[in-house]
């Protein structure tokens, strides 16, 4: 696996910010980290939050991210 989340963290803490990931759990109840693409709502009245995107592969470099196991 890449370290590019690591690299882009360390610049983006000089300005408060971070790289957001989402821990989850496999079928296996194993603990996996999920690099999360943020969404929004469009319609805030609706009560339902937006679905959650995870990305496959590095947005930095394009490398593969391991495959996680299904939850089912």
Known sequence: MCNCINTANKYLREHNGRVKEHMGFTG???LTSMLAVQT???DPK???SPPL???TFCPMCGE???ERESVS
Do not use: G, N, Q, S
């Open 64 to 66: 593969k991210f391991p």
């Open 28 to 30: 296996k109840m194993k």
């Open 40 to 42: 929004e709502k469009i």
């Open 46 to 48: 609706k009560r339902k």
């Open 53 to 55: 995107l995870v990305a």
